[in-house]
């Protein structure tokens, strides 16, 4: 599962990795959670950089309500669950973050983590958005997509997000089968391509945002 996640680039940096133009009022976050705005490229503008909703409103919603449920799609279930089967074959997008935070559970005890990639650049997560209308009024919203962990990442959480690699972005956008759309998925991330590190507990508080999220958890912690 993804619960949080950090952006924190520069204009610079965006328009160097994407090749398109950013707003000047970019946002930082050093915790988007739930329900949150965040930035998306979506495949029907993937020249454009937009800021939507963080968890899947269906397009047939009733109240176009967001309570943070579709925040994640399974990757094993994504072609065939109800919420996120046409989404999958048509509305699919990348998730920019500079990190993504897991937590290592024992007991009834979890221990956070910072995962990023080790050149500091942005990551590009697999996800998929819909759009909810009422009347003329139009909400944006989309989820992430989770696979099983391996390597080492399975001694801190079980699921991990689905990491799309520079050479599969054009294409995870544009109009290709869903055969296609889970090669791209099932495409292996080197792990010495991560940075992974254990950090403070300030983590579990939405209220909490600010650069010391991104710092090691000292040893007097």
């Not at 915790?31 to 998306?40: D, G, I, M």
């Not at 109240?63 to 072609?79: H, M």
Request: charged content about 25%; some cysteine.
């Amino acid at each position: 599962m993804c619960r949080r996640f950090s952006f924190k680039t520069t204009i610079e940096e965006m328009e160097l990795q994407f090749g398109m133009q950013v707003p000047t009022n970019l946002r930082w976050s050093y915790n988007v959670a739930p329900t949150q705005h965040a930035y998306v490229i979506l495949s029907d503008a993937p020249d454009r950089l937009q800021y939507i909703t963080w968890g899947l409103i269906p397009a047939n919603s009733r109240d176009g309500k967001n309570e943070g449920k579709l925040i994640n799609a399974r990757k094993e279930g994504v072609g065939v669950s109800p919420s996120f089967r046409i989404p999958i074959r048509s509305r699919r997008c990348l998730v920019l973050v500079d990190s993504f935070y897991s937590w290592r559970k024992e007991g009834t005890h979890e221990t956070p983590f910072r995962i990023a990639h080790a050149d500091g650049k942005l990551l590009t997560l697999a996800g998929v958005w819909d759009i909810w209308y009422k009347g003329d009024y139009a909400v944006k919203s989309f989820s992430i997509i989770t696979k099983s962990t391996a390597g080492n990442f399975r001694k801190i959480n079980p699921r991990m997000p689905v990491v799309i690699q520079k050479e599969f972005r054009k294409e995870w956008l544009s109009d290709i089968s869903l055969s296609r759309v889970q090669t791209i998925m099932d495409a292996r991330d080197a792990e010495e391509d991560f940075n992974c590190y254990e950090i403070n507990a300030d983590i579990q508080s939405i209220k909490k945002n600010d650069q010391s999220l991104h710092e090691p958890k000292s040893l007097s912690s």
